[in-house]
């Protein structure tokens, strides 16, 4: 009861805190450029067709991701496994909850989609939650190329690069680990484990992908897809708000943003990604102003992505908005049988009550 109560006040710090930061960064502009007239001029001049191309990648992007899910829960479960527009059904509201709400709810949302789908599978919601993780995992590769040619293309500092070089190396390390331990046979149960134990127990779970080199290399393929696809969305992005930096500078851009992103203090930490945004493109001779307005639009192309398709797939699955906010946490896995029903039940009570 204490934590239902604790919740909402955390909820209204963190958009305080959103507030509080965008204020300072319209203070920032204000002080610096004397008014908001090149951010203006920079929304009034976007060419809208490079914007339609950007946002089609995007969804090219977000196809590819589905594939590799689809490929690490293909090599992850015994049949029958969920069907391939189901794997995107659930992708795509998992899109919708991390770019609406904070604290990356979207990935259990994808489980739970799929997990009311096979409600008398047992184990169901501890073998998903693994692929979440390996399909995480998974993407360390892609990171590490768009590192390494960050490293070599693009302007940034030597201390930067020095930096970068160290990530590679312990991104190398962490999925040669990830590799080792995916070898060892493991039986997914969960019942009486603590939590950090349940978790790798899950996570292991998943990454039995990599006992499959087929399976590995095609999840692995299609994440590098994806990224590159990301990479040059971002770039014809820049394209609509005329500025023509090389493509470097867009690998700089999307690499800022996953960093930015990676822990959510508010919806999408607006505010703070358009500073990190504009800061990095004034090293390529763009202007603060335009960079903080390619920064808004940059993350509105991608939300319209993934805030798109997660209402059309919230819609054929049935959800609410509210029912995304009580679905059922990792924990859920200690009862396999039952967690599809539970889940239900919760987030229709959660419903009832908001």
């Not at 292991?204 to 393929?221: D, K, T």
């Not at 897809?225 to 990479?231: R, S």
């Not at 690499?255 to 500073?275: K, S």
Request: charged letters at 15%; one cysteine or more; a positive charge.
């Amino acid at each position: 009861m204490a934590a239902m109560e604790r919740l909402p006040s955390s909820r209204l710090l963190r958009v305080l805190a959103g507030i509080l930061f965008l204020a300072a960064v319209a203070a920032l502009l204000w002080w610096r450029h004397g008014s908001f007239a090149a951010i203006g001029r920079a929304f009034s001049a976007v060419r809208w067709d490079w914007v339609v191309v950007a946002i089609a990648l995007n969804l090219v992007s977000v196809i590819a991701r589905v594939l590799a899910w689809a490929t690490v829960i293909h090599s992850a479960m015994e049949p029958p496994r969920p069907r391939f527009l189901l794997v995107f059904s659930a992708f795509g509201v998992g899109l919708f909850a991390n770019a609406v709400l904070p604290g990356r709810i979207g990935e259990l949302a994808r489980v739970a989609v799929l997990t009311r789908k096979m409600p008398r599978r047992k184990g169901a919601w501890a073998t998903l939650v693994g692929t979440v993780f390996a399909h995480r995992v998974f993407d360390i590769v892609p990171v590490l190329l768009l590192i390494l040619y960050v490293v070599l293309t693009a302007s940034i500092p030597t201390s930067a690069r020095a930096s970068m070089l160290a990530v590679i190396a312990f991104g190398v390390v962490l999925f040669a680990f990830a590799f080792v331990t995916a070898r060892r046979p493991t039986v997914v149960s969960v019942e009486g484990l603590g939590p950090v134990r349940r978790l790798l127990a899950m996570g292991r779970s998943g990454l039995g992908v990599m006992r499959s080199p087929a399976g590995a290399a095609g999840a692995i393929l299609f994440q590098i897809g994806g990224w590159t696809c990301q990479i040059f969305a971002v770039y014809t992005a820049m394209r609509a708000f005329g500025i023509h930096s090389p493509l470097p500078a867009a690998g700089v851009v999307l690499l800022l943003m996953n960093v930015v992103t990676i822990f959510p203090f508010w919806p999408g930490n607006v505010g703070l990604l358009q500073v990190a945004i504009a800061s990095a493109l004034v090293g390529y001779g763009v202007s603060y102003g335009v960079g903080v307005a390619y920064g808004f639009g940059l993350q509105a192309i991608e939300a319209s992505v993934g805030i798109g398709v997660g209402l059309l797939f919230l819609a054929r699955e049935g959800l609410s908005f509210a029912m995304l906010r009580v679905m059922p946490t990792a924990d859920r896995a200690e009862l396999p049988g039952k967690d599809a029903t539970d889940g239900e039940e919760r987030a229709a009570e959660g419903a009832a009550t908001s």
